[in-house]
């Protein structure tokens, strides 16, 4: 099962194939796929580090993020928002939950001090 934490389910929709590393564009890549082949499968929301994190330059040994306070403002900005627990879901209705309910301001609240709002067009590509 995924683990997957809550400010991701944005990331992965406005990825547009850049990351932080050759690695990292690849394990983005292939989550990607794998939540897209099934939407009903099980995933395990955690205020953690998750799949995309394992990766990530910002992951000091598999143990906390270098931005941990950050992603996790992110994260509970997030669960506020769409009301989202950590826990078991199917993709989907995590899906659901979030672009059934979101615009501009709330995007803005939860990515605008993220580093990539600023280089990626995060905005109108969460809100396609």
């Known amino acids: 099962m995924l683990k997957i934490r809550p400010h991701h389910f944005l990331c992965i929709k406005a990825f547009i194939g850049r990351g932080y590393s050759k690695d990292f564009t690849e394990n983005m890549i292939n989550t990607i796929n794998i939540l897209k082949e099934n939407k009903n ?41 769409f009301n989202i627990k950590t826990g078991i879901y199917e993709y989907e209705e995590i899906i659901n939950l979030i672009y059934n309910n979101i615009n501009e301001d709330i995007i803005k609240d939860i990515c605008g001090n993220c580093s990539w709002y600023k280089v990626t067009n995060c905005k109108d590509l969460i809100l396609l």
Request: hydrophobic fraction near 35%; aromatic fraction near 2%; proline fraction near 0%.
């Open 41 to 81: 499968q099980k995933i395990e929301v955690v205020v953690d580090l998750d799949k995309l994190c394992s990766k990530c330059l910002n992951n000091i040994k598999n143990k906390i993020c270098n931005t941990n306070e950050s992603v996790i403002q992110m994260d509970k900005k997030v669960m506020d928002y």
